[in-house]
């Protein structure tokens, strides 16, 4: 059963912007906190983004504070993330992630993951 499924990646150049989208089950979208999480190639997983679902509070990593933004639709059980002003630095395949919360910055945190959707930048 697939629980998450991303889309909205793709190719700009820097300065330009992407919406990426999470689509998620009921049930999955019921967990205490959703994320968006990056890769790039040679380098570890790291945290972008994540959403409180029931405060509706949003964490972001510096590196992406004011040029990024999440968050949910309900009604549609689909988690966003919002990337303006995009930069070299963002490129990497971007997971949304579902889990119970405490840590929002560590991987282990959550139970779901979603295949990824590539996001590249060029200068």
């Known amino acids: 059963q697939v629980q998450l499924v991303e889309s909205g990646g793709g190719s700009v150049q820097a300065g330009g912007s992407l919406r990426l989208s999470c689509a998620a089950s009921?049930?999955?979208?019921?967990?205490?906190?959703l994320a968006w999480f990056r890769q790039a190639p040679g380098k570890e997983r790291e945290g972008v983004a994540a959403?409180?679902?029931?405060?509706?509070?949003?964490y972001y990593a510096d590196s992406v504070k004011g040029r990024f933004t999440i968050s949910q639709d309900n009604a549609k059980n689909t988690l966003y993330l919002q990337m303006n002003n995009l930069k070299p630095a963002d490129t990497a395949m971007y997971y949304c992630?579902?889990?119970?919360?405490?840590?929002?910055?560590?991987?282990?945190?959550?139970?779901?993951w979603g295949q990824g959707t590539q996001v590249t930048v060029s200068s």
């Open positions: 959403i409180n679902t029931g405060g509706g509070s949003t």
């Open positions: 992630a579902a889990g119970p919360g405490v840590n929002w910055a560590r991987i282990d945190a959550y139970n779901y």
């Open positions: 009921a049930s999955t979208f019921k967990s205490r906190c």
